[in-house]
């Protein structure tokens, strides 16, 4: 298996807190992304990373802040959480981008509930 | 967004019967990856299929892309409760760098 570890598992917080989710990859694969999954849409990419301090948006980044000062740590923050912010989130790495030969490996997910 | 739609949404069956699956798009792909997901834990991928009209096998498992590179299908045959959990199918998004993913196919069978 991949050594991809997300922490935490599971969190609990309330509305208008900032948290932070980590993700920390042993593979030294230079890209990372961060998906939330939630029912009835999916896996859904909120922000990637394609090297250190190089970062893109995805489809769902509102709300949402990124950093990679390491190849391999990316950090995901949410400023301000908000209820619509409950999801699994899920950070996924690969070797590289748009190889077939390159798959996503993906980490266990965080649960994050906002009250 | 290349939109990949994935049906049926949920299907249970028994143990021992044949399934498929279907991942749809209007978009050409270069190539679709499905994966399989368990409850509390991420994707794993299965395959990866490039070549329109391909078939790749995978013990029972059975994957075929379509001639015109848009659409794809997983094929079951003889269901055991192993294979239960959540196909997704992804393919190339706008970025260039990550996967768009379907909503899945949730299976569940049942002994």
């Known amino acids: 298996d991949a050594g991809i570890t997300q922490s935490p598992r599971h969190k609990v917080t309330e509305t208008g807190t900032p948290v932070t989710l980590r993700c920390h990859q042993t593979e030294n694969h230079r890209y990372m992304y961060w998906y939330r999954q939630d029912p009835g849409h999916g896996l859904r990419l909120i922000h990637y990373?394609?090297?250190?301090?190089?970062?893109d948006k995805g489809e769902v980044s509102d709300g949402y802040s990124v950093s990679r000062s390491k190849t391999e740590d990316f950090l995901l923050t949410l400023e301000s959480a908000t209820s619509s912010q409950t999801s699994v989130y899920f950070c996924?790495?690969?070797?590289?981008?748009?190889?077939?030969?390159?798959?996503?490996?993906f980490g266990n997910g965080t649960r994050l509930t906002v009250t | 967004t290349q939109l990949l739609e994935q049906s049926p949404q949920f299907l249970s069956i028994q143990e021992g019967e044949n399934l498929t699956v279907y991942c749809n798009s209007s978009s050409v792909f270069s190539s679709l990856q499905w994966y399989r997901q368990e409850p509390g834990e991420g994707p794993v991928l299965l395959v990866t299929?490039?070549?329109?009209?391909e078939v790749k096998k995978l013990k029972r498992l059975t994957f075929q892309f379509g001639d015109a590179r848009k659409d794809s299908s997983l094929h079951i045959t003889a269901a055991q409760p192993g294979d239960t959990g959540l196909y997704l199918c992804a393919g190339e998004g706008n970025s260039g760098y990550a996967l768009n993913f379907g909503k899945g196919t949730s299976l569940l069978v049942t002994p």
């Open positions: 299929v490039v070549t329109g009209g």
């Open positions: 996924a790495i690969s070797e590289e981008a748009g190889d077939l030969n390159s798959p996503l490996h």
């Open positions: 990373s394609y090297g250190v301090k190089d970062t």
